[in-house]
């Protein structure tokens, strides 16, 4: 492999917060406890250096690194900006929590930067095993995020189920690409795409190792039946840690998504196409029906998100660029909405009191009026309904899906969207029309009460011009794609 350091150009991004990481590691230990805030600065300012360097490096076209391993594309710098800001908005929500439950510690900052930097290998990967060394990284730092309440029994049984399932679904994803690999050749995403338009490889094994990789994905996005740990780890992680679980990993599942379905495998889209229906109609189902008997908030959500990804997976199968910017535009607007829904979740919470069940919104209009229409807002988009961006976003996929030729998974999906409704508007009758049973006054830093008023006003500002968003995503899927 010849090596020119003009390669090292469009992986500066990776290359700074690498480097940043390795400050901050050792800045850390020279720390007091009353000096953690220089740990949560230094990993804001990471995040500014790379949002800086992946804006300034961006070209018109792709470019491709290291022998093709890795890739810088328009797709790649629209998704990891969007990166950046939810885990910008994430560390800024969680700070007062964290500090509140003696968790304000260095392992949860490098941790978490360790997992935006597998999500950024995973965006930018072309290849095979770029992205499953960007999965992995992730993966394990999410495991240890999720146990890092050392001295919770729920949080230890949720991480030990979290590493169980996610290490079978990794095995899953592994042997998938490895069989892949036995029929093409490659492990290159392009070079397999071309092996399979010239119809290299015997039929047999590559249904099986596209069985494989949908499966891992499957596992990956948290879509039925590969569900399991979705609620357990949503209910028994700190919530801080549940709110970085369910945003930022969702834009990296998606571009791990269209890298191997659409780019590596999209000769065989009759064959995927037809798993993601079978995926998503379960999602939607299960997700919206069992949301619907919750009563712990998180796992409500959680239950939410397995009906969310049921429906970004409508954008992907409908195997069209409308489909896929659709799928990426869902993708950015359900990552904002999930930031917002658990930043109220931590804005509620308080020293010895985690306000997750849904008796605590009740009269939240009564205690605080701007924090119940915020959070109004966010339920008003997560259900699709008018004039928020979560309508948008349920709107474009199922055009994809119509367009496709796909009328009746359109009518499903939108059923299914009526139950979901449900639960979501019970939100809001809680906040609205019960007596308070909490009367504790809400305190939050000025940061977190700043950040959460501009989540939630996005939901309407995006949704009344939804416009410029959606054409983003389109440039940066017809030019990456």
Not at 341 to 364: C, T, V, W
């Amino acid at each position: 492999m010849n090596f020119n350091i003009t390669e090292l150009i469009p992986m500066l991004p990776e290359i700074f917060l690498l480097s940043m990481l390795s400050i901050i590691l050792i800045v850390d230990v020279m720390l007091k406890d009353s000096q953690r805030a220089v740990t949560y600065v230094l990993t804001l300012l990471a995040l500014v250096g790379c949002a800086w360097l992946t804006f300034k490096g961006h070209n018109s076209g792709p470019v491709h690194a290291f022998s093709g391993l890795f890739v810088s594309d328009a797709m790649s710098v629209v998704l990891k900006l969007f990166l950046y800001i939810a885990v910008a908005f994430m560390l800024v929500y969680t700070r007062s929590y964290l500090q509140a439950r003696d968790l304000f510690k260095g392992e949860f900052y490098v941790l978490t930067m360790f997992a935006t930097l597998g999500m950024m290998v995973m965006i930018s990967a072309s290849h095979f095993l770029t992205l499953y060394l960007g999965l992995e990284l992730l993966s394990l730092s999410l495991y240890a995020m999720v146990a890092l309440q050392r001295d919770s029994a729920v949080a230890t049984e949720a991480a030990m189920k979290y590493f169980v399932l996610g290490a079978i679904a990794s095995g899953m994803l592994l042997y998938g690409m490895s069989m892949v690999y036995g029929s093409t050749g490659s492990l290159l995403l392009s070079d397999v795409s071309v092996a399979l338009q010239e119809g290299v490889g015997q039929k047999v094994p590559l249904t099986f190792g596209l069985v494989f990789i949908v499966a891992g994905l499957a596992f990956k996005l948290g879509v039925v039946p590969f569900h399991m740990w979705v609620p357990d780890v949503y209910h028994g992680a700190p919530t801080a840690v549940t709110l970085f679980i369910s945003s930022a990993p969702k834009l990296a599942a998606f571009a791990l998504s269209i890298r191997l379905l659409v780019q590596g495998l999209e000769v065989l889209h009759a064959d995927w196409r037809d798993m993601l229906v079978l995926l998503a109609v379960l999602s939607m189902a299960i997700g919206n029906i069992a949301a619907i008997a919750q009563s712990n908030i998180k796992r409500m959500l959680a239950y939410s998100t397995i009906s969310h990804m049921g429906f970004l997976l409508l954008g992907i199968l409908a195997g069209s660029q409308n489909g896929y910017s659709a799928a990426m535009f869902y993708s950015v607007v359900y990552a904002m909405m999930s930031l917002g829904g658990f930043g109220m979740i931590l804005l509620l919470s308080r020293q010895g009191f985690e306000s997750d069940n849904l008796d605590d919104l009740k009269g939240l209009n009564q205690r605080s009026p701007w924090v119940a229409f915020l959070m109004l807002l966010l339920m008003f988009s997560m259900a699709g309904i008018p004039p928020t961006v979560g309508f948008y976003a349920k709107l474009s996929v199922l055009q994809a899906v119509v367009e496709a030729g796909m009328v009746w998974l359109a009518v499903v999906a939108v059923l299914f969207s009526l139950i979901g409704a449900f639960y979501y508007l019970r939100v809001i009758k809680l906040m609205y029309f019960d007596e308070p049973v909490q009367t504790a006054p809400i305190e939050a830093p000025s940061d977190m009460r700043l950040a959460l008023s501009a989540n939630g006003l996005a939901m309407l500002v995006l949704g009344i011009m939804p416009g410029p968003l959606m054409n983003v995503c389109m440039i940066a899927v017809q030019s990456s794609l």
